[in-house]
């Protein structure tokens, strides 16, 4: 325990020398302005706080997502506080669909020079009652969803010789948490490819960052999907995404992914907690491994193996929503999250 314990201490004077450096060593500060953006699952939750800072800052935003109610919602915001921003819907899953809308934006823009992969689903609930089509929905929509947008844009980057990419995963890219499975592992595929595509399109001069947050303050507890005991699975991730200290305000996050973007850095945790739990993770596997397993007994159980999915919205308690999710709740409201079930 002890050498334990000092091997942690040695990770945290590690990360702050990082962050040092890191600091004396930024680039001058680069405009947006005049840019374009395009930014999958835009309409809402973090993809939306970052078309605000983007458009606040004069670039030039372009949305996409699968209801085109929440685009329509979400570009009135923009354009009402002087954004200029286009969307429509799209399904990244779709490679056809993802090649039509990317054509669309060059064609309106003329030019692309930021690409953000943030759509994202998040099905939460115990192992034995995943199906192998969950996987297949969660590696469609963070890793194939990704490609496509990816494959669609690099003809116009690699035309512009240069350009942005930043693919937003999870601190479930880095460590793999019981009741998360088929969102862990294709958050970690979605690490693995942007971290190999960031060495291989460097030298064309398009950087790509590799994001990795934790909990984030978005509001989108109530658009996850939940399995086995639902009131049980939302109220317990419900709380733990408004916790203040580990969780990070999606203001906050979105500020802290844009500058990532700016300065294009190669990774980005977003939060202290992220960083340090990485890093002990990358140090001491089987520290984080034993946590986890002495957590995974204490959490929601369903022997019946219920197939059925609920949102979020569809699975409220006593818990939740409460004062113990009012952060999140008050995210919800500000991040277009409230348009089913109010």
């Known amino acids: 325990m002890v050498s334990k314990l000092r091997t942690v201490g040695w990770v945290l004077a590690g990360t702050a020398l990082a962050l040092t450096v890191r600091s004396l060593t930024r680039r001058p500060r680069e405009s947006f302005a005049g840019k374009t953006v395009v930014i999958s699952g835009g309409s809402r939750g973090l993809g939306l706080e970052m078309a605000r800072l983007w458009t606040a800052e004069g670039a030039r935003v372009a949305i996409c997502a699968r209801d085109g109610d929440e685009i329509a919602r ?10 200029n921003a286009w969307g429509r819907v799209c399904d990244v899953t779709n490679a056809a669909e993802v090649n039509g809308f990317m054509d669309a934006v060059h064609q309106r823009f003329n030019r692309i020079d930021v690409v953000v992969n943030n759509a994202g689903v998040i099905q939460v609930g115990p192992e034995n009652c995943m199906t192998a089509s969950d996987y297949e929905n969660a590696l469609a929509t963070h ?13 116009f980057l690699r035309r512009q010789r240069g350009g942005r990419i930043v693919n937003i995963s999870s601190i479930g890219g880095r460590i793999s948490v019981p009741h998360l499975l088929p969102y862990c592992t294709s958050k970690f595929a979605l690490v693995g490819y942007s971290e190999g595509l960031a060495t291989v399109l460097a030298e064309e ?8 947050p934790g909990l984030m303050r978005t509001g989108s507890a109530r658009n996850a999907e939940f399995k086995g005991r639902h009131r049980a699975e939302y109220a317990m991730f419900g709380i733990a995404a408004a916790l203040p200290g580990i969780t990070v305000d999606s203001k ?17 945790s977003v939060s202290w907690f992220s960083a340090l739990a990485s890093r002990v ?4 596997p089987g520290l ?8 995974h007994p204490h959490l929601p159980t369903d022997p019946d193996r219920s ?36």
């Open 143 to 155: 890793f194939w969803g990704p490609y496509h947008m990816i494959q669609a844009a690099l003809p």
């Open 74 to 83: 979400a570009l009135r915001e923009l354009s009402t506080k002087g954004g």
């Open 252 to 268: 906050t996050a979105a500020r802290r992914i844009v500058e990532a973007c700016r300065r294009r850095d190669p990774a980005l």
């Open 288 to 295: 984080t491994t034993t946590a986890l397993s002495l957590a």
């Open 307 to 342: 197939p059925e999915i609920r949102k979020g919205w569809q699975s409220e308690s006593a818990w939740a929503p409460s004062w113990l999710t009012l952060l999140n709740d008050q995210a919800s409201v500000r991040n277009n999250e409230l348009a089913n079930g109010n």
């Open 281 to 284: 993770h990358g140090l001491c």
């Open 205 to 212: 001069g398009i950087s790509v960052t590799t994001v990795t």
